[in-house]
Structure formats: structure tokens, C-alpha cells
T-cell receptor, first 111, second 113 residues
Framework: DQQVKQNSPSLSVQEGRISILNCDYT??????FLWYKKYPAEGPTFLIS?????DKNEDGRFTVFLNKSAKHLSLHIVPSQPGDSAVYFC??????????FGTGTRLQVTL | DTGVSQNPRHKITKRGQNVTFRCDPI?????LYWYRQTLGQGPEFLTY????????KSRLLSDRFSAERPKGSFSTLEIQRTEQGDSAMYLC???????????FGSGTQLSVL
């Protein structure tokens, strides 16, 4: 029962272009969403989050969009840089406070 | 600024042996979480503590697994009679009670031969 889904296992984007990573969820009780970035042999690092009362949150080059009716969120990275190459995990939480993660999308930013 | 610390970073053991991992959270954080991650999957929730109280355990946490946080500071995760299916990255995270953002350690990579 995968409550948080990232259907694209990998994505390749040229440096300077926009990267768009997508995430879908099924549990209506989720009300807070986060994106984490993970490099090999390291733990996930928090990137950006959004509450269900908002539809957009921006932090520098990173913007997260939330569409509650579609149960869909996306992470936009503009402009993409080679250092952004990593695995990105979408996560969601409700009242329980534990995070439920998706399976991740490997982003490769090419020169 | 010390983050979440996990030891050891790597552990190789033979099937049937017991292993114990340690996690030191960020000092002011009163919530501590254990997750497990296998190849190609996202982190899966195992259990969490608020201070010294273990508030929730996943059904993934079989009887062979036990976690403690005796004084509300560091935590240990023990796996008894390890099986090859236990091979995974074990991640620890901590947070403030009122903040859903989790800070993760670098994990302990367990290989059961």
C-alpha cells in the first residue's frame, strides 16, 4: 500500500534548465508535505516543505506546488545545477507526525 | 552545531548474530525516529520515541527488533538473530515535537551474510 508515489524513478536535465519532480499521494489525512534530497552514503537532507493550507512555497531556486484536489505535488528547481544531482524523496505526514516517503526520483543534471 | 550521529556507519555480520546500533540525536530534540531503507525504496518508518517513551511501532518491527531510549537522549536499535532480509540502511532522525521536519543521520549500513 504505497501512500506516497513517485512514478518517475529517474530524470535527466541540462544545467540551467528547469527540473520538475512529481509526487502523488492517496491518504486524505496528509496535511504537511516535504521534499528531501539524498546523496549516496548519506542520510536524507531536508529541502523544502509545504502545508496543506498553501498551494505554493518558494525558497531560492526551489519551489513546491501543492494541488490538494488532485493529491499531487511537484518540486521545481530553477535553474538546475550539477550539484543538484541526487535522489529526491517526497514525504508526507498527518497528525501522527511520522513521515511516509515515496520511492524517490534520481535527478541527474548534465553539463 | 552537531547533527544526528549514528554508529557504526557500516556493520557486516553473519546470519543469526545479534547487532546493536546507536543514535545520538540533536540535543534539544525530544523526538527520535528509526527508519529502514532498502535499495530502490524510500525510507520506511520503524518506530519513534518522544523523550523516553516509545509511542509507535511499525508492523515491520518484528519481535527480533527492539529499540530503547532510556534517558530520552541517545537511542539503540538491536536486531536479534539477524536474517539476510535485514540487510538495509538503518536511519535515525530527530525533531522537535512541534515541528514535522526531521533531521537524519548518515545511517548504519547493515550487511547480513
Amino acid at each position: 500500500d504505497q501512500q506516497v508515489k513517485q512514478n518517475s524513478p529517474s530524470l535527466s536535465v541540462q544545467e540551467g534548465r528547469i527540473s520538475i519532480l512529481n509526487c502523488d499521494y492517496t491518504n486524505s489525512m496528509f496535511d504537511y508535505f516535504l521534499w528531501y534530497k539524498k546523496y549516496p552514503a548519506e542520510g536524507p537532507t531536508f529541502l523544502i516543505s509545504i502545508s496543506s493550507i498553501k498551494d505554493k512555497n518558494e525558497d531560492g531556486r526551489f519551489t513546491v506546488f501543492l494541488n490538494k484536489s488532485a493529491k499531487h505535488l511537484s518540486l521545481h528547481i530553477v535553474p538546475s545545477q550539477p550539484g543538484d544531482s541526487a535522489v529526491y524523496f517526497c514525504a508526507a505526514t498527518g497528525t501522527a507526525s511520522k513521515l511516509t516517503f515515496g520511492t524517490g526520483t534520481r535527478l541527474q543534471v548534465t553539463l | 552545531d552537531t547533527g544526528v550521529s549514528q554508529n557504526p556507519r557500516h556493520k557486516i555480520t553473519k546470519r543469526g548474530q545479534n547487532v546493536t546500533f546507536r543514535c545520538d540525536p540533536i540535543s534539544e530534540h525530544n523526538r527520535l525516529y528509526w527508519y529502514r531503507q532498502t535499495l530502490g525504496q524510500g525510507p520506511e518508518f520503524l518506530t519513534y520515541f518522544q523523550n523516553e517513551a516509545q509511542l509507535e511501532k511499525s508492523r515491520l518491527l518484528s519481535d527480533r527488533f527492539s529499540a530503547e531510549r532510556p534517558k530520552g537522549s541517545f537511542s539503540t536499535l538491536e536486531i536479534q538473530r539477524t536474517e539476510q532480509g535485514d540487510s538495509a540502511m538503518y536511519l535515525c532522525a530527530s525533531s522537535l515535537t512541534t515541528n514535522e521536519k526531521l533531521f537524519f543521520g548518515s545511517g548504519t549500513q547493515l550487511s547480513v551474510l
